[in-house]
């Protein structure tokens, strides 16, 4: 059983039946997303952690272009053996992805949208903006929405949640996970670690790795409300927090001596030298 979903990106700058390769990178991770989101609530899995093989199973995309004024083909791959249940899965992940992205051409969030999963719907629409001034969706080949991407609002998806900002600012030093999917990571001096996935300047950003940033973006947060992603993260250069200092050199005996109080050699200040040697006399020595 196989359910594909399309993208008809009206007005693209890109030449028919192409698209530029960020713009594709973007929506095709935020698609990816949202499969992720929607498949493991479907199929109650874990939201962390890694997916068992049914959740894997009911949302697998493959992806292509098509001609027509730039078409985003999502493909939903069942398996031909899928029992019952995991039919009703697949059945219910459908439904619940065309709900979301007919929602982001309404420029409305369903109650049913948790934070995890607006954050990825937000990614989506900001993705679909920089790509095209229109959007046809489609499933299975009819058409469900038609939308102007000026007319949707990234805001619309914010987190619910009051604990939870639109933006976060976040200090540490900058490390590379991957560079082949455009993610890295920072961490703090504490060694609390975030991800920050899809960095599309990671290679402008690559001569920082190792040294202290600081990344603005959208947070996502987990069940106990720890910060663990930052996404659209915007990572620039920032001064070491020790600022230079450490540890100074030796200093060798000579100067330590020299610069200490005390007698200086030759005498004593206001006695002349037969003073001098009467009061070591006095003094036996």
């Given at each position: 059983m196989t359910t594909q979903f399309e993208f008809r990106l009206m007005g693209a700058s890109a030449p028919d039946g192409e698209l530029e390769a960020d713009q594709l990178i973007a929506i095709v991770a935020s698609l990816k997303e949202i499969a992720t989101k929607i498949r493991r609530v479907e199929t109650d899995a874990e939201r962390v952690g890694r997916a068992p093989k049914r959740t894997q199973r009911v949302a697998k995309l493959t992806i292509g272009l098509a001609p027509g004024s730039t078409s985003v083909l999502a493909r939903r791959t069942g398996t031909g053996d899928a029992l019952d249940f995991?039919?009703?899965?697949?059945q219910a992940f459908d439904e619940k992805f065309a709900d979301?992205?007919?929602?982001?051409?309404?420029?409305q969030r369903p109650t049913w949208v948790g934070d995890s999963l607006s954050l990825a719907a937000a990614e989506l629409t900001a993705?679909?903006?920089?790509?095209?001034p229109e959007v046809e969706f489609k499933v299975a080949g009819q058409v469900r929405r038609r939308f102007k991407t000026e007319k949707v609002h990234r805001e619309t998806w914010r987190a619910a949640s009051t604990h939870s900002p639109d933006s976060i600012t976040f200090a540490g030093r900058l490390y590379a996970v991957n560079l082949n999917t455009h993610r890295l990571q920072v961490q703090d001096d504490v060694g609390n670690q975030v991800a920050l996935p899809r960095v599309l300047n990671d290679a402008a950003v690559s001569k920082l790795i190792g040294t202290y940033v600081t990344v603005k973006g959208s947070p996502e947060f987990d069940a106990r409300g720890r910060l663990t992603h930052i996404r659209s993260a915007e990572i620039?250069?920032?001064?070491?927090?020790?600022?230079?200092?450490?540890?100074?050199?030796?200093?060798s005996l000579e100067e330590i001596l020299a610069s200490a109080t005390g007698v200086e050699p030759g005498g004593i200040e206001g006695l002349t030298d037969a003073e001098?040697?009467?009061f070591f006399e006095a003094m036996g020595l």
């Open positions: 995991d039919l009703a899965d697949e979301l992205v007919e929602s982001i051409g309404l420029d993705a679909l903006q920089q790509a095209a620039i250069a920032a001064p070491d927090p020790l600022g230079g200092s450490g540890v100074p050199d030796a200093v001098f040697d009467s």
